[in-house]
């Protein structure tokens, strides 16, 4: 069973930057012993839930939608059970609920249908 917990949303301006944490918890220490990979997620109003960033426990692999690709990078710090999300040259149209997310087959993939474990989501808005 594993708990996370996203923060650092908020609104900015197109063009700023900001960098999102998923804090990865448990009641079980031995969860910490298992490998999963991280997505990060997003969902606009009227929208579909779209992959955008995920890494695998081993810190390597990241890969990326092409809609962030160049502007947002994935990084993890296993020691503190926390991954970052870094968005540079944000636009509006990436105004979304962020959430990330785990999967515990550990495998590179942005598909949701594969992920085990969502955090509560975090609210992204950039608009002037």
């Known amino acids: 069973q594993l708990r996370l917990v996203e923060s650092g949303g908020g609104l900015v301006q197109p063009g700023e930057s900001l960098t999102l944490s998923c804090v990865v918890a448990?009641?079980?220490?031995?969860?910490?012993?298992?490998?999963?990979?991280i997505g990060w997620f997003r969902q606009a109003p009227g929208k579909e839930r779209e992959g955008i960033a995920c890494?695998?426990?081993?810190?390597?692999?990241?890969r990326y939608a092409d809609s962030v690709e160049g502007r947002f990078t994935v990084s993890r710090d296993n020691a503190n059970n926390t991954i970052y999300l870094h968005m540079n040259s944000l636009l509006p149209e990436d105004t979304a609920i962020y959430y990330c997310?785990?999967?515990?087959?550990?495998?590179?993939?942005?598909?949701?249908?594969?992920?085990?474990?969502w955090g509560q989501g975090t609210q992204v808005t950039v608009s002037s």
């Open positions: 997310a785990a999967d515990l087959d550990d495998k590179n993939r942005l598909i949701d249908l594969f992920y085990d474990y």
């Open positions: 448990s009641e079980y220490p031995e969860d910490f012993g298992e490998y999963y990979t």
């Open positions: 890494i695998m426990d081993n810190g390597d692999n990241a």
